[in-house]
Structures are given as C-alpha cells and as structure tokens.
C-alpha cells in the first residue's frame, strides 16, 4: 500500500486508534504522525491478489490466518501501525482478532517507487520488534523480482533474493519461491500472473 504524506499535527497513539475509525480511508501511524493509504497500479494489485489466492487454501485446516491490505498490524501498544499488503498469522492471541492484528509471522509488502525506501528501512526496523516475525518479504512491481528477509536459527535475520533471471534458473517458472515460517513454495510465475507492465520484456 502506498502512504501520502502527514495530514495533520502530532495525536497520540489512542486517539489515532479512535480517529481513525472514523476515516473513509486507512492511515499508518508512526511516531505521532499519520498517514493516508492510497491506491496502488493494476500490477501491485494483480500481485496482492496473486499471493493470496495462493497462501489462503495452503492455510486452510492449520489454524492460520491470512489477511489483504485491509488488516491492521500493531508493533505496541503506542504503535507504530502499519497496513501491511499481505500478512499471515498463526498465533492464538489473534485468532479472534477483530481490529489489530499484533503476532504476524509472515508479512508481505509489495513495492513503489515511493515506498521502497521506507519499507526496507525504517518500516522493516519496526517490524522487526516484532517477536512473532519469522519473514519479512519485498515485491518488486515492476519486474520479476522479491526479497525475503528470514530469520535464521541464531536469530539473525538473513535475505534470500528471488529474481526470474537467475542464472541457475533462467526462467520464472523454474524459480521456487519459499516461505519457510508457513512451509509455502510456489513458482515466481505464479506471484506475476496476468500482470501487465508497460515493457514486455520485463515478464520475459
């Protein structure tokens, strides 16, 4: 999801939660500020829907849930918040969730040009306050491509880059995707299914 700038002055975390109830669109907060969440292009929402359709019947029966742009994550209880693209979550606390999701271990963003920055640095250093948080993964939207921070068993948070011309694997579909924390693999071709991109040769 891609965040406009701050709308308005400091508010505290409790009147955020309060507030923004009240908005006809989502906003993240962060250290006092808020921000409004807007609409991505076709290719961001293609991949979204993509990922999804995949994880949800992989989850089916195992006591996990997956959630789309419209599920709340909180950091702590003074925040941050974010509106994560894609999360799983497979812990009890949030298994009756109805407003926040706090125990996420699986969260997937799918990247802007005027979010990148952001999500790989200050909005990953959040999510890694995270105890529950096992990958963090970064889409590329405008070519094949997908970053996926997972922690390692000395708790050190490793990337695992996924590229369509890898060189060991020289086409998508020969590409294995891998999510450990929820045991998932699936081809890179089929996160970019049916998107479409101005230059064709970036789907080559």
């Not at 096992?134 to 000395?154: F, H, P, Q, S, W």
Request: glycine fraction near 4%; proline fraction near 6%.
């Amino acid at each position: 999801m891609i965040a406009s700038p701050k709308q308005h002055p400091f508010i505290s975390p409790q009147d955020y939660l309060a507030w923004e109830e009240q908005q006809p669109l989502k906003y993240e907060y962060l250290n006092g500020d808020t921000y409004a969440m807007t609409r991505g292009t076709l290719a961001y929402n293609a991949i979204a829907v993509n990922l999804t359709t995949a994880l949800r019947p992989h989850l089916r029966g195992k006591g996990c849930r997956v959630f789309m742009a419209d599920a709340k994550v909180g950091i702590a209880e003074g925040g941050p918040f974010f509106y994560p693209d894609i999360l799983v979550t497979c812990d009890e606390g949030d298994r009756h969730a109805r407003t926040l999701v706090q125990h996420p271990c699986l969260v997937i963003e799918v990247l802007s040009p005027s979010t990148e920055a952001f999500d790989r640095g200050e909005k990953f250093r959040q999510y890694r306050r995270l105890d529950s948080l096992k990958e963090y993964v970064l889409v590329n939207a405008e070519t094949m491509g997908i970053d996926c921070y997972r922690l390692n068993e000395r708790n050190k948070w490793e990337l695992t880059t996924y590229l369509s011309d890898d060189e060991d694997s020289p086409t998508p579909d020969l590409v294995e995707i891998q999510f450990t924390s929820i045991n998932f693999q699936c081809p890179l071709s089929l996160i970019y299914e049916d998107v479409v991109y101005e230059d064709p040769e970036l789907m080559a």
